[in-house]
């Protein structure tokens, strides 16, 4: 396989990764966040700073990157509490814009210039090229999908779905919102930060605009389009978003404007997701298991 | 005094321009419930109909009623084919809709019109103004006549017509409004006209007060407006045009006298969630 594909490939694992994460805080806590790039971002520049200035190893640096970036997760899903839905929707978009104008501007982030040199990962003295990292990245993957699957089968995960169909009734019954809420912030903050390190490994060059707004609406596209609240919505949703734009690369001007037009068929005609309540897969998954039950 | 009083004149009309979007984004969501992002590609299409007619037939104001024709025929159809079918899903839904739309409107505008900055040099019929030591340019004079007219004309429709009535109903409970004999779904068309045009009104006046148009020219207003309809109160007009004014005055207040390290665009997002936190139903919005 060559290594264009290797690359798109790899970026399907960290961008499902990041997805699945959102997935937590969207689909299963039911808390709209248009901000999620920032966490994104803030686990790459986590890792990118702790690889340049201490010269920290992607494995050593790993277990901080989800440490920090779940306590800021922690710390910015505070606003969650206080306002919700629509207003909960722009407080997000709003901490998307600071987090990136702060990796932009102040010097100890690299600035406008970004950070570059970062080291690439070993794996046992081995340095880890394309396909070697999609492996690595695929892994981390099926860890995340682990981990969603945990997640919603835990206590946690009921008393979240209970929070996203009737806060009121939820807490009622002792179910606190305050701490549940942030448990599905700091989870699926995290590993967005997983994403990141990987994502800051992988490129060896990051700067601000790579954890823009737009790139939120991209994350929560993949979890609306595959199917919010299902296990493997974010997968099918990264896959299909992260591969279109690249089908349309011959296209070249007109490549954005197919863009649009896709991601408006796809929200209109399935607004409940591919996997979700009357979605093209879910039927057929249905289907295909009905024709192997009899 | 002089330089203060300039920049204090500037920063009332960027506020009087992003009340002119924020007006119309907020009746749409007073109504629907949807953050209308796609309205700021309206705005950007505004602008360049206007562009088109004036460049072929060099009337400001017909550029100006074609336009507003043009944005109404957009933003009803937007509602139509996209908003009202996607109505019964979470308010995500016809959001990413939205900013699909947005994405969309923008590249037609690129591919049709090219990707650089047009200029908008239009020729004003309205004089300058002086005043002891405050000075007007004709286009800063249009800018502050157009605002208030336009301003005024939304005041009086929503409070002083029986349109403006079946408006407010049903943007406190549609379903209400509709049993007590209301056509909602031609309110609802009715709502996106009014908010299409302003946002056409706002696009030309940006394109003279700036003299620029260009394909993007809606990304920044898009977030920002969504910030500013947030701290006035989700779906009240007032309070959309207070935080509108407010920004504008402080931005350019800002940028002039203080030392911060931050972009404006931060400030702006800074201030909302502070005002949240402060306030979390906005100024003037109601529980």
């Known amino acids: 396989m060559s290594n264009y594909v290797l690359t798109i490939g790899i970026f399907v694992a960290i961008n499902g990764i990041v997805a699945c994460g959102l997935n937590i805080i969207v689909g299963y806590a039911g808390q709209i966040s248009l901000g999620h790039a920032a966490f994104f971002g803030i686990g790459a520049y986590t890792a990118a700073l702790l690889a340049t200035r201490a010269g920290f190893s992607f494995w050593l640096s790993l277990p901080l990157v989800i440490i920090i970036t779940g306590a800021i997760g922690l710390l910015l899903g505070l606003p969650s509490l206080r306002v919700r839905a629509d207003f909960l929707a722009i407080t997000t978009i709003g901490i998307n814009f600071i987090v990136e104008s702060v990796f932009m501007y102040v010097p100890f982030f690299g600035g406008a210039l970004g950070i570059g040199g970062i080291s690439r990962i070993l794996f046992f003295g081995i340095r880890l090229r394309e396909a070697g990292f999609l492996a690595l990245a695929g892994t981390l993957l099926v860890l995340s999908l682990g981990c969603t699957w945990w997640f919603a089968r835990s206590w946690t995960g009921l008393a979240c779905f209970a929070l996203r169909e009737d806060e009121i009734s939820a807490s009622s019954i002792g179910i606190s919102p305050v701490l549940f809420k942030l448990l599905a912030f700091m989870t699926g903050t995290a590993m967005a930060g997983v994403g990141g390190s990987l994502y800051a490994h992988y490129m060896r060059f990051i700067s601000a605009t790579d954890f823009g707004f737009p790139v939120s609406v991209m994350m929560l596209s993949m979890v609306v389009v595959g199917g919010m609240g299902t ?43 591919l996997l979700g309540e009357r979605g093209v897969l879910k039927n057929l998954a249905g289907r295909i298991r009905g024709r192997l039950r009899s | 005094m002089d330089l203060f009083l300039e920049q204090l004149l500037n920063g009332i009309a960027i506020g009087f321009i992003y009340a002119l979007i924020t007006s119309g984004l ?65 308010p995500y839904v016809p959001l990413i809709g939205s900013i699909a739309l947005l994405l969309g409107i923008e590249e037609v505008l690129r591919l049709v019109a090219g990707p650089y900055i047009h200029a908008f040099p239009a020729e004003i019929p309205v004089p300058g103004f002086h005043f002891g030591p405050i000075t007007m340019s004709p ?83 898009a977030y920002k407006t969504l910030a500013l309809i947030v701290v006035g109160g989700l779906g009240s007009v007032p ?13 350019t207040l800002l940028i002039g006298y203080a030392n911060i390290p931050l972009p404006r665009d931060a400030l702006a997002f800074i ?12 100024l003037l919005g109601r529980r």
């Open chain 2, 239 to 251: 309070g959309a045009v207070l935080a509108s004014v407010l920004l504008g005055i402080s931005e």
């Open chain 1, 231 to 273: 296990l493997w919505g974010p997968v099918i949703g990264a896959l299909l978003l992260t591969i279109l734009p690249e089908v349309f690369r011959p296209l070249t001007d007109y490549r954005m404007l197919l863009y649009a037009v896709l991601l408006l068929l796809m929200i209109r005609f399935q607004p409940g997701g």
């Open chain 2, 139 to 221: 286009v800063l004079v249009t800018v502050y006549l157009v605002t208030v007219i336009v301003l005024f004309g939304l005041w009086f429709l929503s409070t002083r017509t029986e349109l403006g009535l079946a408006m407010r109903a049903s943007s406190q409970d549609i379903q209400i409004a509709g049993s007590l004999g209301i056509n909602t779904s031609r309110i609802i068309s009715t709502t996106f006209i009014i908010g299409s045009s302003t946002a056409a009104v706002a696009g030309i006046l940006v394109g003279i007060y700036f003299n620029q148009v260009y394909p993007t020219m809606g990304a920044v207003p």
């Open chain 2, 26 to 90: 907020a009746l749409v969501y007073g109504i629907l419930r949807i953050l209308h992002v796609a309205h700021a590609a309206i705005y950007a299409l505004g602008a360049y109909a206007g562009l088109g007619i004036y460049s072929i037939t060099g009337n400001l104001f017909l550029a100006l009623i074609v336009s507003m024709a043009a944005c109404s025929l957009v933003g009803v159809a937007i509602e139509k084919f996209v908003y009202f079918p996607l109505l019964k899903y979470p």
């Open chain 2, 271 to 282: 201030a909302m969630i502070a005002v949240l936190m402060w306030r979390p139903q906005g």
